[in-house]
């Protein structure tokens, strides 16, 4: 009879598995499917691309620094490269994790062309097919994401099918999807900081004992890539150890300070050398391309060679800036902030250490001279824990049964409103990555404060009027502008450049042809 009790609970237990499976299979398939059709067409130039030409020559030639002639010809002195002031090597000035993240699909590539071209030697079809191949690359990361993110969820005490459907809102209902749509750097960030977040929930679940000791080192070694990837998230791993500091003192009660000291040391051994020795990697990887551990690699780019200034306009730009606020283009957030009260007892040291990383990176990137981070799209700097910030919405969704109507009406209008703004398939996705950056360069010789102003609007305001302007469906009011107060202006020339704002940027309806 025990035996028989014991089968059919394990018989159970493994139908239950299997039916909590299913909905990350669909979650996955929806992702899969929704970014395999809409993929971009166009490579999104800027920061990436000049990543990718390190990428190449470690591919090629067994390096990560490049040509001094590249390197020169590709921007002002210091905005994408760095001299070594001793080897007078050029090395890109951006994490040296991402040289490596981007070296499977240009590995497909070299495997399917042989050698490797630089962007801006590549024709039309060589780059659509390199667009291909990043676009799949994103898409296989993007699995990756979700997974996590979904298991976080899971481990928050979601139920299945909430954590599901949290994922696609994160995924669709936010600015998020214009990012996994780029083949830029922020995709990995937001995955590597959400899986520290994973182990570091696990090892809080664990007690931060020796049982969750693998998912506490985990979370230290993924912030420590997450920092190998960007500089600034090294501000993030003081945080990560201070919550498993915190979690040991709390489980020990309370001591003296010497106590204290030797309860955290061991405890912690392992966890505090894992540390040290993120922060002697990464110190290594500037020394090595920056010729010190504690240089950047901006200071050589003259418009950003003081990293930081005074002011509150970062500060206030975060929050209502019409292109930069974190609530306009994550919305998701304020209805995060508002289910705070659901999180379980066991969960809330972590989740408050995501907080103050966000909040430490928020501080950092407002205080820095290019808040704006631009040519971007929404607050770029911030998206790294966004996701994992919103999990209290999948509590809400697993939670309140009695208001399924309600909720599934709440969630349907988010997704509404994403589609009609920040992620309007017309005016932000079918638009080229930059255009509405572009159609503002058009008219920045004429100094109009109307014009700038116009162009402080949200893209896909923007972008919508420039479509209807290049189908022939509508006027663009800065070109209206600029004619009726500088009639000498050229309105042939000015009509060129508009009609070369790139548009259409969806792969399978364009590139096939």
């Not at 020559?57 to 921007?75: D, N």
Request: positive net charge; charged residues 15%; proline residues 4%.
């Amino acid at each position: 009879m025990a035996i028989e009790f014991r089968s059919s609970k394990m018989a159970i237990q493994s139908g239950q598995q299997a039916r909590s499976g299913v909905p990350l299979v669909v979650l996955l398939s929806v992702v899969v499917v929704v970014l395999g059709l809409t993929m971009p067409r166009f490579i999104y130039v800027g920061d990436a691309v000049s990543i990718r030409m390190t990428t190449i020559r470690l591919l090629s030639a067994g390096e990560i620094s490049v040509p001094a002639e590249v390197a020169r010809a590709f921007g002002e002195r210091g905005q994408y490269f760095f001299e070594h002031p001793r080897t007078r090597c050029w090395y890109s000035k951006y994490g040296v994790l991402n040289t490596f993240l981007f070296a499977p699909p240009l590995l497909v590539e070299q495997m399917c062309v042989g050698d490797l071209k630089y962007f801006a030697d590549m024709t039309e079809e060589e780059q659509l097919f390199r667009c291909l191949l990043l676009n799949v690359w994103n898409i296989a990361v993007a699995i990756v994401f979700c997974t996590c993110l979904y298991r976080t969820a899971r481990l928050f005490s979601a139920r299945p099918n909430a954590a599901a459907q949290f994922v696609l809102l994160v995924m669709f209902g936010t600015f998020l999807w214009h990012y996994v749509r780029a083949q830029t750097v922020e995709l990995f960030q937001i995955t590597l900081f959400t899986a520290a977040f994973f182990h570091l929930l696990k090892a809080e679940r664990c007690g931060f004992t020796d049982s969750g000791r693998r998912d506490s080192v985990a979370a230290l070694l993924f912030v420590g890539l997450l920092a190998l990837s960007k500089l600034i998230y090294a501000v993030t791993l003081p945080f990560f150890i201070s919550s498993m500091i915190i979690g040991v003192l709390i489980r020990h009660g309370p001591a003296t300070l010497a106590d204290r000291a030797v309860v955290v040391y061991r405890e912690l051994r392992i966890e505090l050398g894992t540390a040290l020795s993120c922060l002697g990697v990464l110190g290594f990887a500037n020394w090595y391309r920056f010729g010190a551990p504690w240089v950047t690699g901006y200071q050589q780019f003259a418009r950003e060679s003081t990293l930081f200034t005074v002011g509150v306009e970062g500060f206030v730009g975060y929050l209502v800036d019409p292109q930069k606020s974190v609530f306009l283009y994550f919305p998701i957030l304020l209805l995060a902030m508002s289910c705070i009260r659901r999180i379980r007892a066991e969960h809330r040291l972590s989740y408050g250490t995501a907080w103050a990383c966000f909040i430490a990176c928020y501080v950092v990137n407002a205080s820095f001279v290019n808040w704006r981070g631009d040519w971007c799209y929404g607050p770029r700097y911030l998206i790294f824990a966004l996701p994992v910030l919103s999990l209290p919405i999948a509590l809400e969704v697993s939670d309140g049964i009695g208001k399924k109507r309600a909720r599934t009406i709440g969630l349907a209008m988010l997704l509404v409103f994403s589609m009609a703004t920040i992620n309007n398939p017309f005016s932000i996705h079918g638009a080229g990555f930059f255009s509405a950056f572009r159609a503002e360069e058009a008219f920045t010789q004429l100094n109009d404060p109307e014009i700038a102003d116009y162009f402080k609007q949200p893209h896909w305001v923007i972008n919508r009027e420039l479509r209807r302007y290049l189908m022939k469906n509508g006027s663009f009011k800065p070109r209206d502008l600029a004619l009726s107060r500088q009639p000498e202006w050229d309105a042939p020339q000015l009509d060129r450049l508009l009609v070369s704002v790139p548009y259409g940027n969806f792969y399978w309806l364009y590139a096939v042809h």
